[in-house]
């Protein structure tokens, strides 16, 4: 073996090598088995670890606690009371004496001074509200309020499920392109050992034979840019989990979840999809519809028992415990309060609820729309792009087969190397369109099913 030859198969030599490391790589070490992780598996996990659905979920708890404490607003209200006061200067009145005394004219009048320099009260008030429907009207509020945080929380519940859709689908077609790249490998090698026999054999051009490594080349990147993103989603994919160990990513992912295909179409036409946005925008309509009659009970009459029962002490002196000085007191009745002016204006309070209500119905048939536009687009750009992989899964079926013929034909020295070396090339652009368009499909599968409400049955 002279010396060119030689240095030819050492080089074969560390090629194989290097085909053979590659394929480990992508297989489990022998005796370990990676754990699998299914799409509902990875939403629920997200949906209990993120902070931002426990921070939701504490908001909601919060408008309960609101709508309780409203609740309390009709329980008796009691409160203590004591107050202990000096008065320097006392209240003088001025008493028509002549009335009382007939020895006095009869319009005579006296000034005199009413009280004592010292005062004290205590007591018990008791005020048990019997109608007020500014509070009945509050407390309804309170509770459209807390289905509106319910559907913001499903908002943000939604948008982490469709992310870890996206990322869930990325897995599994870079899986795929890993399969797909480490078969592409093989054939490289294999076409590439050809060129390099015909080369030893003076057969072949250097230029040819660096196109055929070249291609091979592009094969090993390729395989290295799948692996290396599909390290990428899983740590993403575990950091929208909430997992603490990112690390972790040795895991499968079941690449049959959203098979190509067109689903069946569910909603009724003209119908308006279950998308938490547009019912948290039809209830935040509602809920200013509703404060309109909670701005008028403000001036209805609310009506209530009110109780007190105490004493009171006048002395001259300093002197809380005197005898013969404390006077009880107490009373019960009913307490009706018809509010007429507070000096706000009614009227512009209620124009501006009204404005506020019809804008949430504009934004709300807006978003409807554009819904409607998004699912009708994305099941177009379905049908399209299922339409293209089948011509490109044809069309590399073909290459293969060509690349097969020209592998053989190539080895007899009946075709050329510059045609093994383009159908090679051509192939692996055809293989990069085919998962690049597979992608693009699963983005518009999962357009569709967002804009119909029907994201859940992914994992459901």
Same mark, same amino acid.
């Given at each position: 073996?002279?010396?060119?030859?030689?240095?030819?198969?050492?080089?074969?030599?560390?090629?194989?090598?290097?085909?053979?490391?590659?394929?480990?790589?992508?297989?489990?070490?022998?005796?370990?088995?990676?754990?699998?992780?299914?799409?509902?598996?990875? #939403?629920?996990?997200?949906?209990?670890?993120?902070?931002?659905?426990?921070?939701?979920?504490?908001?909601?708890?919060?408008?309960?606690?609101?709508?309780?404490?409203?609740?309390?607003?009709?329980?008796?209200?009691?409160?203590?009371?004591?107050?202990?006061?000096?008065?320097?200067?006392? $209240?003088?009145?001025?008493?028509?004496?002549?009335?009382?005394?007939?020895?006095?004219?009869?319009?005579?009048?006296?000034?005199?001074?009413?009280?004592?320099?010292?005062?004290?009260?205590?007591?018990?008030?008791?005020?048990?509200?019997?109608?007020?429907?500014?509070?009945?009207?509050?407390?309804?509020?309170?509770?459209?309020?807390?289905?509106?945080?319910?559907?913001?929380?499903?908002?943000?519940?939604?948008?982490?499920?469709?992310?870890?859709?996206?990322?869930?689908?990325?897995?599994?077609?870079?899986?795929?392109?890993?399969?797909?790249?480490?078969?592409?490998?093989?054939?490289?090698?294999?076409?590439? $050992?050809?060129?390099?026999?015909?080369?030893? $054999?003076?057969?072949?051009?250097?230029?040819?034979?660096?196109?055929?490594?070249?291609?091979?080349?592009?094969?090993?990147?390729?395989?290295?840019?799948?692996?290396?993103?599909?390290?990428?989603?899983?740590?993403?994919?575990?950091?929208?989990?909430?997992?603490?160990?990112?690390?972790?990513?040795?895991?499968?992912?079941?690449?049959?979840?959203?098979?190509?295909?067109?689903?069946?179409?569910?909603?009724?036409?003209?119908?308006?999809?279950?998308?938490?946005?547009?019912?948290?925008?039809?209830?935040?309509?509602?809920?200013?519809?509703?404060?309109?009659?909670?701005?008028?009970?403000?001036?209805?009459?609310?009506?209530?028992?009110?109780?007190?029962?105490?004493?009171?002490?006048?002395?001259?002196?300093?002197?809380?415990?005197?005898?013969?000085?404390?006077?009880?007191?107490?009373?019960?009745?009913?307490?009706?309060?018809?509010? #007429?002016?507070?000096?706000?204006?009614?009227?512009?309070?209620?124009?501006?609820?009204?404005?506020?209500?019809?804008?949430?119905?504009?934004?709300?048939?807006?978003?409807?729309?554009?819904?409607?536009?998004?699912?009708?687009?994305?099941?177009?750009?379905?049908?399209?792009?299922?339409?293209?992989?089948?011509?490109?899964?044809?069309?590399? @079926?073909?290459?293969?087969?060509?690349? @097969?013929?020209?592998?053989?034909?190539?080895?007899?020295? $009946?075709?050329?190397?510059?045609?093994?070396?383009?159908?090679?090339?051509?192939?692996?652009?055809?293989?990069?369109?085919?998962?690049?368009?597979?992608?693009?499909?699963?983005?518009?599968?999962?357009?569709?099913?967002?804009?119909?409400?029907?994201?859940?049955?992914?994992?459901?």
């Amino acid at each position: 073996m002279n010396c060119r030859s030689s240095i030819n198969h050492n080089v074969g030599r560390a090629w194989r090598t290097r085909i053979i490391a590659m394929l480990l790589l992508a297989v489990p070490a022998s005796g370990q088995c990676r754990s699998s992780l299914t799409l509902s598996e990875a #939403i629920a996990t997200a949906l209990a670890n993120r902070k931002n659905i426990q921070a939701s979920k504490a908001n909601q708890a919060i408008r309960k606690l609101q709508t309780e404490a409203l609740y309390r607003k009709y329980r008796p209200q009691v409160s203590m009371e004591y107050n202990y006061l000096y008065n320097p200067i006392l $209240q003088t009145s001025i008493l028509p004496i002549g009335v009382f005394n007939p020895s006095y004219p009869a319009d005579a009048t006296k000034s005199i001074q009413f009280g004592t320099k010292w005062t004290q009260t205590a007591g018990v008030t008791v005020n048990q509200p019997l109608l007020d429907q500014s509070v009945i009207r509050q407390i309804d509020e309170a509770k459209l309020q807390e289905r509106i945080a319910a559907t913001t929380q499903a908002q943000t519940e939604y948008e982490l499920a469709y992310m870890v859709a996206q990322v869930y689908f990325d897995i599994g077609l870079q899986e795929t392109k890993i399969d797909a790249a480490i078969a592409d490998t093989v054939r490289t090698w294999v076409s590439y $050992q050809l060129l390099q026999n015909k080369s030893e $054999q003076k057969r072949l051009l250097k230029s040819e034979l660096n196109k055929g490594r070249m291609n091979h080349n592009d094969a090993v990147r390729h395989y290295g840019d799948a692996i290396s993103q599909m390290i990428e989603d899983k740590v993403y994919l575990l950091f929208l989990m909430g997992r603490s160990d990112i690390g972790q990513y040795d895991f499968a992912v079941d690449t049959s979840v959203a098979q190509l295909g067109i689903p069946a179409i569910g909603n009724q036409a003209g119908s308006v999809p279950p998308i938490p946005e547009l019912q948290q925008l039809e209830l935040n309509a509602t809920l200013t519809a509703m404060q309109v009659k909670t701005e008028r009970a403000q001036y209805l009459p609310t009506l209530s028992i009110k109780g007190f029962l105490g004493a009171n002490q006048y002395t001259d002196n300093f002197d809380p415990a005197a005898a013969n000085s404390w006077f009880g007191q107490s009373y019960v009745g009913i307490a009706l309060k018809y509010p #007429i002016l507070d000096g706000e204006n009614k009227k512009l309070k209620i124009r501006q609820l009204q404005m506020q209500t019809a804008q949430y119905g504009q934004q709300r048939e807006d978003r409807a729309a554009q819904y409607s536009k998004d699912a009708l687009i994305a099941q177009i750009k379905m049908e399209r792009t299922l339409a293209d992989l089948k011509t490109q899964e044809d069309n590399i @079926a073909l290459s293969l087969e060509s690349i @097969a013929v020209f592998q053989n034909r190539v080895s007899e020295g $009946q075709e050329s190397a510059s045609d093994l070396n383009r159908e090679e090339a051509d192939l692996q652009k055809l293989q990069a369109d085919y998962h690049t368009a597979k992608r693009q499909y699963r983005l518009y599968l999962l357009d569709y099913l967002n804009a119909t409400g029907r994201l859940g049955e992914l994992w459901k």
